[in-house]
């Protein structure tokens, strides 16, 4: 690793699929198992970049990004997720972690004599 990795933050991205009951919830029933989803979260909210993403493939029906200091949050994260409320609804078929590189120049800075 080079020297600024202590300064670089983890990214988690879930993917989903998401069933055909949670649509057949309709309105309401969507937004009482969002708002139960969220209290489950809300731990994390300091922690973590929540980005939901439409999905681009027909094998997903959301992504989810997650970024957190530590990969103790982002599994802490998407454990709280599988063991929530939207669980029963939304699968995590794939998860794909790694970490936020640093910009180009300040990368290569410290191997530049000088």
């Known amino acids: 690793m080079h020297d600024l990795a202590d300064k670089n ?3 988690g991205f ?3 699929r998401i069933s055909p009951e949670y649509f057949a ?3 309401e029933g969507i937004h009482e198992v969002s708002a139960e989803h969220a209290r489950d979260l809300g ?3 300091k922690q973590l970049t929540h980005v ?3 999905g681009v493939n027909g094998k997903y029906d959301q992504v989810t990004m997650v970024e957190a200091d530590t990969l103790e949050e982002i599994n802490a994260a998407a454990t709280a997720f ?3 409320g939207k669980a029963r609804y939304i699968e995590i078929v794939d998860i794909v972690v790694g970490m936020k590189a640093p910009p180009r120049g300040l990368a290569n800075r410290s191997s530049q004599p000088g």
Do not use: E
């Open 43 to 45: 731990r994390f909210a």
């Open 52 to 54: 939901v993403c439409t």
């Open 9 to 11: 933050t983890y990214v």
């Open 14 to 16: 879930l993917f989903m």
């Open 82 to 84: 599988r063991m929530g």
């Open 25 to 27: 919830l309709g309105r």
